[in-house]
């Protein structure tokens, strides 16, 4: 139970504990690491149900809806508290130092900071799930619409909200900084040779622009190698997802238009698999030339990853 005085030490706890406890609300409330065994829990459920059964085929669009409808609560949470903060803002402004007026104050600030509390909490949930999905299956789990701001693994920002910031600068979150790395590969370069290669220009990248971003499509192949290794690393992602519903046959290379928008300053492709299996007869991916081309034509430095030279006998 929460202590009901209007003093309490947080010293010795986390930072979440301390934003519960300032709640002063005498009903317990779960920790961080009980909201992320929930968010474990309940992909563990799912998963078992699924793999090495009838429908284990659809296990990745059943498991990224249920990550899905988790976001979408987080999201709906944060717009409840954006309203919140909205009418404390007015209620500041119109404050005439009364004692009805002060308890709206405090009210509404009261009402503004449960619904950060549980708008962090339900992504911990999420982000618990995520990691859970990503272990058993591989696959990365990333929205198809808005932004995700974690502590736990790399952030995730939507392109169109990244490239507003860039000319905006004024919404911090969805600010990809000054140093995007865009990428681009092949949805056949997925064998041992390509992640290998991926892995390796991606750390060079990193060597380079240590604060950087990674840009790209999230299409299947070295770019979700290239995801995965940016949740590893806790690299931000930027995602200029392909609208197929609106570009059609197109979308693939409005969406580098997205990713030279946001002003990379290297670029990286892989127009073909580095497997012999995987490359033999394929011809290289046009969006990723079609990205090397933008970057030469604006003068952003573009490298083409290959295969690792044979060792010196």
């Excluded at 085929?57 to 979408?72: F, P, R």
């Excluded at 005439?96 to 007026?101: C, I, L, P």
């Excluded at 808005?146 to 909200?161: E, F, K, Y």
Aim: with cysteine; net charge neutral; glycine share 8%.
């Amino acid at each position: 139970m929460r202590p009901q005085s209007s003093f309490f030490n947080t010293a010795d706890l986390d930072a979440f504990d301390a934003r519960t406890a300032a709640l002063q609300d005498p009903r317990p409330h779960p920790t961080e690491p009980q909201l992320a065994q929930l968010g474990r829990a309940l992909m563990g459920e799912v998963l078992d149900m699924l793999l090495g059964g009838a429908l284990e085929d659809h296990a990745v669009t059943i498991c990224e809806t249920l990550i899905g409808g988790l976001h979408s609560g987080v999201q709906r949470l944060g717009r409840d508290a954006d309203r919140e903060r909205d009418k404390l803002a007015g209620l500041l402004r119109d404050f005439d130092g009364s004692e009805v007026a002060d308890v709206d104050l405090q009210e509404a600030k009261a009402r503004a900071d449960a619904l950060d509390v549980a708008t962090a909490a339900m992504g911990f949930v999420r982000d618990a799930a995520a990691e859970a999905y990503s272990i058993a299956t591989g696959e990365v789990w990333s929205p198809w619409r808005g932004s995700v701001h974690s502590g736990a693994t790399a952030a995730q920002l939507d392109a169109q909200a990244a490239i507003r910031s860039i000319a905006q600068r004024r919404r911090e979150g969805a600010d990809p900084g000054d140093a995007v790395v865009a990428f681009r590969a092949s949805p056949l370069s997925d064998a041992p040779e390509d992640a290998g290669r991926i892995f390796d220009a991606l750390n060079w990248a990193r060597d380079q622009h240590p604060g950087m971003s990674l840009a790209l499509t999230g299409a299947k192949g070295g770019e979700r190698l290239a995801k995965r290794w940016a949740q590893q690393k806790g690299v931000r992602l930027v995602l200029a997802r392909p609208d197929f519903t609106r570009f059609g046959r197109a979308a693939p290379f409005r969406a580098n238009d997205q990713l030279m928008a946001l002003q990379p300053v290297c670029v990286l492709i892989l127009p073909e698999s580095l497997g012999v299996a995987a490359s033999a007869g394929a011809p290289p991916f046009g969006p990723a030339l079609n990205l090397a081309e933008q970057a030469r034509r604006q003068g952003v430095r573009c490298i083409r990853i290959t295969a690792r030279p044979p060792a010196a006998a």
